[in-house]
């Protein structure tokens, strides 16, 4: 079924043309201050009256014209302040002489106070009138002072109830305390924006240009919806946002308080987590009692819940997949940042730690998780105490009859109660963990549409750091901006605007406010890696780390095609002695089986080098490398299909078959052909005899790119493939490493250093040294292009 089409100019605030006369209200808006004057002078008159009964209602009337002249000058001036509006409802030129002449001079008296200060202050106003105006009735009946008879007026009332009757007030009194404490506890947590109150818009949104189209659907929608309603349908009430941390949720939220014209309410992730049992439900249903009411004075709502998983979950989700979180897991050795040789995809599977069934791309209707039952007691919070099971009641039970008079007065004359208004509510939502929203809140009719907000393209990261260095003055080039977003593939819009921001930090320490190609790379650095540590390595260990590095480097060269080298540096990080970085030429959704033997290969180079170059000996910088690669290997085995069996691990864990589960060993249940521990093992051994394959027939090259790095600490991609080439690269002249004689000179030197590493002492001969102009003595971090890791994590 194809979708309304529907004329966005028409509904959103910037492409309204400003009414020349002024809006309409309703009736009762118009006279219900004039009759509460009326009804106070009414009493007066009475007062009067009672006080001499023989005299007439009309002397009392006179009597009451004369003493209390203010009150009738008060019906007065509010009869002609409502004539003025009916007039300036039906008149444009009265209208703008009214605007120009009186409103805008007036409104600069407030003019530092914004919506929600106004109202406040106005209805502080408005109560101080009815005290006073009550005080002055009470006043006359009473022949005292106003402020003596509000405080007389509850003795008198008090006094005059009989003793059943005073004894229930303090039975009231007393269960009020305990109202009030619970109402104050209930209090909190909830902001409320009127128009104009946030600037953000959805200009400000970059790269998320998908989810803006379908969020502008729903606010015009809500501004008008009989687009959809009078052709059978039903206006949208709920959207989920969802998505990693940091790209554009929140920011969406507020560009959405920006561009309507009803009130934006944001309530706060904590608000609902409470001391005492039964708080967190009075506040849901104050929270939905103050968004009905917005919706019928301003003809819509839109409330926003931000990280909503501390809210519509009923408990906390088990470790789920076959790399579930374990008490017993042990860190490895401070080694090698293993993790960066594998590919994106890879490296997210394996940081989560659990297998692709539960790393899912999309919110599924119909998750199964095992969940531990929400919290009770005094101190449940989140979607325990039923917190969460009466915001879903408030969401769904919304066509009640509300009122007391609706309910039971019209019910008690026998009368039917009437339906409620239709209440205008956009409920939107955040998270970034959707499978730890309960099921029943994700149905249609509570949350209607559910958008994936991820990270944005390539496209989409160059508008978004085009968008904040507009902010900063630079002298970065449009191919600067297009190289920064292809070696930044996974950046956020929180992650671009800090980088931005440390960019300009970076250029004042210097002391200029132009930010230069040079400030965004030492920013980058800075941001992803961390600051180098000031360390020098004994000069075996130095050539072991190189030669680690070095066969990294030297596999990626040869065998990965889906990512570059970006970075190979030996300088010691705060998690890392070495590293190898790359960074995917393109985005990519899809990978293949051929891609992810050559991330294990990659991962397997350090074990195979350190063996072959140290006879047979390995540091236990391998053991991240190789937890990488036994992982990957599992999840290509028992979960991808590329593997020597067709089926999933994953299922057959759940039903106990092959030594799945603890129920199905205890039980003798069948196990499969071959064990999948047995079949991961055969798999990383083939890829580790082809691995050392491959090194053995790139030995110079591994040899020469380790004598760079322990010559230049830190160098390039572009480096690393000169080296391998025999070509020239940007700071590394390759050619030398083309001198077969050079190259005796290396091996020379590594025998002496394993000669040193098995015996445990100095090495006696020094580091070769390549020709003059071989190695070019600047600043690597100045003039790399692509000098820092774009998929570096912490190591595990």
Not at 464 to 470: D, F, H, N, S
Request: a neutral charge; charged letters at 20%; one cysteine or more.
């Amino acid at each position: 079924m194809s979708e309304p089409e529907v004329n966005e100019e028409a509904f959103f605030p910037e492409y309204e043309e400003e009414s020349a006369t002024r809006k309409p209200v309703a009736f009762w808006d118009r006279s219900k201050i004039v009759l509460l004057l009326l009804l106070a002078w009414f009493a007066i008159v009475l007062a009067a009256r009672s006080a001499n009964p023989l005299e007439s209602f009309g002397a009392a009337a006179r009597i009451t014209l004369h003493d209390k002249w203010w009150l009738t000058l008060l019906i007065g001036i509010e009869m002609l302040r409502q004539a003025n509006y009916l007039l300036a409802e039906r008149s444009a030129s009265w209208n703008m002489f009214w605007n120009e002449s009186v409103v805008e001079p007036m409104g600069k008296i407030g003019a530092g106070w914004n919506d929600w200060t106004r109202f406040r202050v106005s209805r502080a106003l408005k109560i101080f009138g009815i005290l006073a105006l009550l005080a002055v009735v009470l006043a006359a009946y009473y022949h005292t002072s106003p402020l003596v008879s509000l405080f007389q007026f509850p003795a008198t009332v008090y006094s005059s109830l009989p003793l059943i009757g005073q004894l229930l007030f303090a039975f009231v009194f007393v269960i009020l305390q305990f109202v009030g404490l619970f109402w104050f506890l209930s209090k909190g947590g909830v902001d409320v924006y009127f128009p104009g109150d946030i600037k953000t818009r959805f200009t400000d949104v970059w790269g998320q240009d998908s989810v803006l189209e379908r969020v502008k659907e729903n606010i015009i929608f809500l501004k008008s919806p009989e687009e959809i309603e009078e052709k059978g349908g039903y206006v949208p009430g709920g959207i989920l946002l969802w998505g990693p941390p940091g790209t554009g949720k929140t920011l969406i939220a507020e560009a959405v308080a920006g561009e309507t014209e009803n009130p934006y309410v944001f309530v706060d992730p904590g608000a609902f987590i409470n001391m005492f049992m039964g708080v967190g439900v009075l506040k849901v249903k104050g929270l939905f009692r103050k968004l009905r009411k917005l919706s019928l004075r301003y003809g819509g709502v839109v409330v926003f819940f931000d990280e909503a998983d501390s809210l519509g979950s009923r408990g906390s989700l088990m470790p789920q997949g076959t790399f579930g979180f374990s008490e017993n897991q042990v860190s490895p050795s401070h080694g090698c940042n293993g993790m960066s040789y594998l590919s994106e995809s890879s490296l997210r599977q394996v940081l989560l730690g659990r297998a692709p069934s539960a790393v899912e791309e999309e919110p599924r209707r119909g998750w199964t998780s095992k969940v531990i039952a929400g919290m009770g007691g005094m101190n449940g919070g989140g979607g325990g105490s039923g917190t969460l099971q009466a915001l879903l009641t408030e969401l769904s039970g919304l066509k009640k009859p509300r009122g007391f008079f609706n309910r039971v007065v019209r019910r008690a004359l026998g009368l039917r109660p009437k339906n409620p208004p239709k209440y205008r509510i956009l409920v939107m939502m955040a998270t970034n963990l959707p499978q730890a929203l309960d099921e029943a809140l994700l149905r249609p009719g509570r949350i209607d549409r559910i958008y994936r907000v991820g990270y944005p393209s390539k496209a989409g990261r160059i508008r978004t750091y085009k968008g904040y260095l507009a902010k900063v003055t630079h002298n970065l080039t449009e191919s600067d901006i297009d190289r920064l977003a292809t070696i930044t593939p996974y950046a956020t819009g929180a992650t671009m605007k800090d980088l931005v921001n440390e960019s300009l930090i970076t250029a004042i320490r210097d002391g200029r406010d132009v930010i230069t190609w040079r400030d965004v790379i030492r920013a980058k650095q800075l941001k992803e890696l961390g600051p180098p540590e000031d360390v020098e390595y004994i000069e075996r260990e130095r050539h072991a780390v190189a030669v680690h590095e070095a066969c990294h480097a030297v596999m990626a060269a040869v065998t990965r095609q889906h990512l570059t080298i970006d970075i190979a540096t030996i300088e010691k990080g705060s998690n890392y002695l070495g590293m190898v970085a790359s960074i995917p030429p393109e985005d990519q959704f899809t990978h293949w089986r051929s891609e992810y033997e050559a991330d294990i290969m990659v991962s397997l180079a350090s074990l195979a080098g350190e063996r072959l170059f140290f006879g047979g000996d390995n540091s236990s910088g391998v053991s991240a490398d190789l937890e990488g690669a036994t992982q990957l290997a599992t999840l290509m085995e028992g979960y991808w299909g590329m593997g020597s069996t067709i089926s999933s691990h994953g299922v057959t864990q759940s039903v106990g078959i092959g030594g799945g589960s603890k129920q199905g060993r205890q039980s003798g249940q069948r196990e499969l052909p071959r064990g999948i521990g047995d079949r991961i093992e055969g798999r990383l051994e083939e890829i580790y005899k082809e691995t050392l394959r491959i090194l053995e027939q790139n030995r110079s090259e591994i040899l020469s790119v380790a004598h760079a790095l322990e010559t230049a600490k830190t160098i390039t991609g572009e480096d690393v493939m000169a080296i391998v080439d025999k070509t020239e690269g940007p700071l590394v002249d390759g050619r030398i490493y083309a001198n077969s004689a050079f190259i005796a000179e290396l091996e020379r030197y590594h025998t002496a250093v394993a000669e040193a590493h098995r015996n445990h002492r100095p090495v006696d001969v020094a580091l070769p040294t390549a020709g003059e102009g071989s190695f070019k003595t600047i600043d690597v971090l100045d003039k790399s292009l692509n000098n820092t890791a774009a998929m570096v994590e912490p190591e595990l």
